[in-house]
């Protein structure tokens, strides 16, 4: 806009030649109008200019992107590469007449092996066979339905699928990702140097592309948690930062071949709680409540499946920690048990809390866990997690992980208050199994 300021403050306009009979008084008004022509012209291209570059600034500032955890449902763990926009539009439809979307579940996240390359101008272009329609069609559709649509690109030249990735063409994606309508943006780290340096400034120059790329789109930092990104996240603009190696449908790493189950995140995450605040989330990975070792990268590395007991304390820790909820499994075909976990509005609003703070580990022991966590209104929510293979006889004083005083005790899973005036808890809980109790 600016550049076609300067052209037309540069240009000239001759006189016609066949007007011999002008007089020097004629050129004179002539040239007057030019001037005012010319005039008007600049002011008004300056005017547009200047709204264009107010609509940049108007970007909402990155530290309010997330006030709360994102929620939504990611295509890796169970497709994979198997997506197209049929899936998206149908996984939409799903999250509408399901409930997914009035439960707080916003986002459509397209994870890799969408991309078809790029164009002969280098804009990165999507699978023609996958989606060819567009992701611009495909985003105006999920709006549509009252949702959000996130992408997946890399810090590197490719993706960990071995696809079109953004080192170098940053603002050109960005730009891109905003004009399709682009809410999100998983950015992996695949193919790029271990030091956190060169992460720290690859992650901020995307950060400052889609900054200026005239849309609001969120930045989830997917370096696994190998440069602890926890400390340097907000800094360089991200919004979100991954804990660990990907999840796996499974408990816990028994195989020892780099997969990460549901015990093993928690343990990784939980010392990070003190960093978890509003607009800065921790990103466990994706939940796998529902997949039951039916294949895709979740089945990977000793992912042969859960029981719901294990499905059901990864949805309580998620939220208890104030993670990012990304459902992986098949919404067009969802068991009622499933639902029950991932529609479970009480835990949900854990997750979702304004305080915007995660949970502290008070008791790490091999036969529980104990969690508080503070809530908005003055409430505290207890999470009682049984690591071990055996059922455990638990009595918890609340005085000993700091609650002082006598209580309304909620069962968040059963729905009912299971205590008044009480001060402490005394119980069973099965191998694998979490309570959690909100304390009024």
Partial sequence: MLTLAMQISQLTISTPQHHNTSTPQHHNIYNKQIIMNKSFILSAVLCLSSLFASAEEASTPRKQLAPKPPMGWMTWNLFQGNINEQLIRETADAMVEGGFRDAGYEYIFIDDLWQGGR????NIIPDPEKFPSGIKALA???????????????????????????????????????????????????????????????????????????????????????????????????????????????????????????????????PLAKHARPGQWPDMDMLVVGLRGTGGPSSDLGGVGCTQTEYQT??????????????????????????????????????????????????????????VKPLADGSHAVAILNPSDAAQRVSLNFSTVGLNGKYTVRDVWQHRDIAKRANKWKGTVTAHETKVFVLR
Wanted: charged fraction near 25%; glycine fraction near 8%.
């Fill in 119 to 122: 164009d002969r101008q280098n």
């Fill in 140 to 270: 105006d559709y999920v709006h549509s339905k009252g949702l959000k649509l996130g992408i997946y690109s890399d810090a590197a030249q490719l993706t960990c699928g071995g696809w079109t990735a953004s080192l170098g063409f940053e603002e050109q994606d960005a730009r891109t990702f905003a004009s399709w309508g682009i809410d999100y943006l998983k950015y992996d780290y695949c193919n790029a140097p271990e030091d956190s340096a060169t992460a720290r400034q690859r992650y901020r120059t995307m950060a400052d592309a889609l900054q200026k790329s005239g849309r609001d789109i969120v930045l989830g930092i997917c370096e696994w948690g190998q440069r602890q990104c926890e400390e340097w996240c907000e800094e360089v603009g991200g919004q979100l930062w991954r804990t660990s190696y990907d999840v796996r449908d499974m408990w816990k790493d028994i195989v020892k071949e780099g997969g990460m189950g549901i015990l093993d995140i928690v343990n990784i995450t939980a």
């Fill in 314 to 371: 990864q949805m309580s820790m998620w939220c208890m920690l104030s993670s990012v909820l990304a459902m992986t499994n098949d919404l067009r075909n969802v068991s009622d048990d499933d639902r029950r976990i991932l529609l479970n509005k009480e835990i949900i609003a854990i997750n979702q809390d304004a305080l915007g703070k995660a949970a502290e580990r008070i008791v790490n022991e091999p036969t529980q866990q104990v969690f």
